[in-house]
């Protein structure tokens, strides 16, 4: 019963931790586009470099920002990815 006991207590802990995995997730995709931005690490954009695919090219947050602004309808939210290391990937 102890054994169970145990166990049943480590269940809980690591349910929890996914738990609060599963908000910070939730959190990050409410996010606006700026706050995505402002809270960025790192930002990288998907380039199209190759003649059918790409890769994803590290840039400022700054560059972003203006590209932003000059091309207002680029703004689709999907393709802002905050990732839970604080990276930011932009599709």
Same mark, same amino acid.
């Not at 207590?9 to 910070?24: A, C, P």
């Given at each position: 019963?102890? @054994?169970?006991?145990? !166990? @049943? @207590?480590?269940?809980?802990?690591?349910?929890?931790?996914?738990?609060?995995?599963?908000?910070?997730?939730?959190?990050?995709?409410?996010?606006? +586009?700026?706050?995505? +931005?402002?809270?960025?690490?790192?930002? @990288?954009?998907?380039?199209?470099? !190759?003649?059918?695919?790409?890769?994803? +090219?590290?840039?400022?947050?700054?560059?972003?920002?203006?590209?932003?602004?000059?091309?207002?309808?680029?703004?689709?939210?999907?393709?802002?990815?905050?990732?839970?290391?604080?990276?930011? !990937?932009?599709?």
């Amino acid at each position: 019963m102890g @054994f169970y006991g145990n !166990y @049943f @207590f480590t269940f809980v802990r690591v349910s929890d931790k996914v738990q609060l995995m599963l908000n910070n997730k939730e959190r990050r995709n409410k996010m606006t +586009i700026q706050q995505k +931005i402002t809270k960025a690490k790192d930002v @990288f954009v998907w380039v199209l470099v !190759y003649d059918q695919d790409g890769e994803y +090219i590290q840039t400022s947050k700054a560059k972003l920002v203006n590209a932003l602004r000059s091309h207002p309808e680029a703004l689709d939210e999907s393709k802002f990815v905050l990732r839970e290391d604080g990276d930011l !990937y932009v599709n």
